[in-house]
């Protein structure tokens, strides 16, 4: 089985999408730190990342960086995690 850590949430305050992606990974019980677009130090890494929309969710998996970029891509990788972790 891999290992997780460092589990990143990218959200924007008022953002639907962000809010039904924290409500997945609460019901699939999976601890992240959140980043928002909203406070000026995280609009920096927001922008180092690249990312142009949020929600997004990065972590790292056996000592490798995974990005995700879309909603449903967090939502199916959440439910795989409470199925195999």
Not at 4 to 29: D, M, Q, R
Request: glycine residues 6%; hydrophobic residues 40%; positive net charge.
């Amino acid at each position: 089985m891999s290992n997780l850590s460092n589990i990143t949430l990218y959200t924007l305050k008022g953002c639907p999408h962000c809010a039904a992606i924290k409500l997945a990974l609460a019901k699939y019980g999976i601890n992240y730190n959140e980043v928002s677009w909203n406070d000026a130090e995280g609009e920096k890494i927001i922008k180092k990342l690249k990312l142009v929309k949020v929600p997004a969710l990065s972590y790292d998996k056996d000592g490798k960086e995974e990005l995700l970029r879309e909603a449903q891509d967090i939502v199916n990788w959440a439910r795989n995690q409470k199925n195999f972790g």
